[in-house]
Structures are given as structure tokens and as C-alpha cells.
């Protein structure tokens, strides 16, 4: 069977993906290519969910600004 740190997944695979061994396929893969791309995915993960929080708080009706009765610097 397959061992070691470089098993990988062949995604390519006409019928289902495999297991492979990534050194003999040619494939190198940089474990900081692989953290900053786990970063990055992360981050656009979170900017999209904090934009769909804003947007479905805007469609419910969101918090409403009290009505303002003239300027604040009008008062006697």
C-alpha cells in the first residue's frame, strides 16, 4: 500500500480518485503553497458570510435609525 508524506489524491481519475504517490506522479506541492492557500480560502469564506449577514439583516428590516427632528445644533 501507499505510505509516507507523499500520498496524495488522483482527482483526474476517469472513474473515482485514488490515492497516489505525488513524488512519483511529478507533483510538488509546497506545504506554504497549501497554508496560504488554506489562509486566503478562509478569509474569503468569512467575507462572504459577514456580507450575507449584512444583507439579511438589511431584507429583515435591520435596526432603524430614530427619526431626527431637525439638527442637533438647532436647539434653544
Known amino acids: 500500500g501507499l505510505r ?3 500520498i ?3 482527482v483526474d481519475c476517469e472513474h473515482e480518485p485514488r490515492l497516489l504517490d505525488a513524488q512519483q506522479a511529478g507533483i510538488l ?3 506554504a503553497v497549501k497554508q496560504w ?3 486566503y480560502a478562509t478569509q474569503a469564506a ?3 458570510l459577514q456580507v450575507d449577514q449584512i444583507v439579511m439583516a438589511k431584507t429583515a428590516g435591520g435596526p432603524k435609525l ?3 427632528q431637525g439638527h442637533w445644533d438647532d436647539q434653544d
Do not use: H
Open 66 to 68: 430614530p427619526k431626527q
Open 46 to 48: 468569512t467575507t462572504v
Open 8 to 10: 496524495g489524491i488522483d
Open 29 to 31: 506541492d509546497p506545504l
Open 37 to 39: 492557500a488554506i489562509r
Open 4 to 6: 509516507g508524506p507523499a
